[in-house]
T-cell receptor, first 113, second 114 residues
Framework: GNSVTQMEGPVTLSEEAFLTINCTYT??????LFWYVQYPGEGLQLLLK?????DKGSNKGFEATYRKETTSFHLEKGSVQVSDSAVYFC????????????FGEGTQLTVNP | EPEVTQTPSHQVTQMGQEVILRCVPI?????FYWYRQILGQKVEFLVS????????KSEIFDDQFSVERPDGSNFTLKIRSTKLEDSAMYFC????????????FGPGTRLTVL
């Protein structure tokens, strides 16, 4: 079946530091890949997505590249802000298993001023 | 910007009671979903709904669960006889299509079963 594995958290950084959150996946078909973000007390917000190999999704300074050869979709940001503190979820959707999203464990990011 | 809304934000119930969680998806979306997140665990898929019927469900979605779209705007999840292990955050989501379009989530309902 499908699965998503994220780097173990939590992650604590200083403002303006470089962020990487690792995500690898296992899928039976050709999945679409997503990053969702959950700010405190809120729901899951779609941050970025990529639908095929070598696509790069980007939004709000965050980027992730769909790497089929390494089955990865790592999230990066060059300079984090305190307001980026949240939980980040990697997820995939694979049409061979319907339209459900399969999520990773989530990574708590805390950015200190 | 259109958004998915959910009510109530927090529901407390006694074991064995029925609960109905309500969602209003984004108005032009066609696919609707329920997920849940038990504290400290992954977000898990429960069910998807399209064209007024269930299109997919997980092994979690047993006979105690049901979904309904009673009118043109609401989408509900009913748990007939709640168990302690049903305590979780329940998220509703909607999407315009399948696959790569992405799903848009509501803020969640925290269900506490005592």
């Amino acid at each position: 079946g499908n699965s998503v594995t994220q780097m173990e958290g939590p992650v604590t950084l200083s403002e303006e530091a470089f962020l990487t959150i690792n995500c690898t996946y296992t899928a039976t078909g050709y999945p679409s890949l997503f990053w969702y973000v959950q700010y405190p007390g809120e729901g899951l917000q779609l941050l970025l997505k990529a639908t095929k190999a070598d696509d790069k999704g980007s939004n709000k300074g965050f980027e992730a590249t769909y790497r089929k050869e390494t089955t990865s979709f790592h999230l990066e940001k060059g300079s984090v802000q305190v307001s980026d503190s949240a939980v980040y979820f990697c997820a995939l959707s694979d049409q061979t298993s319907g339209s459900r999203l399969t999520f990773g464990e989530g990574t708590q990011l805390t950015v200190n001023p | 910007e259109p958004e998915v809304t959910q009510t109530p934000s927090h529901q407390v119930t006694q074991m064995g009671q029925e609960v109905i969680l309500r969602c209003v998806p984004i108005s032009n979306h066609l696919y609707f979903y329920w997920y849940r997140q038990i504290l400290g665990q992954k977000v898990e898929f429960l069910v998807s709904f399209y064209n007024n019927e269930i299109s997919e469900k997980s092994e979690i979605f047993d006979d105690q669960f049901s979904v309904e779209r009673p009118d043109g705007s609401n989408f509900t999840l009913k748990i007939r006889s709640t168990k302690l292990e049903d305590s979780a955050m329940y998220f509703c989501a909607s999407s315009a299509g399948r696959g790569g379009l992405g799903q848009f989530f509501g803020p969640g309902t925290r269900l506490t079963v005592l």
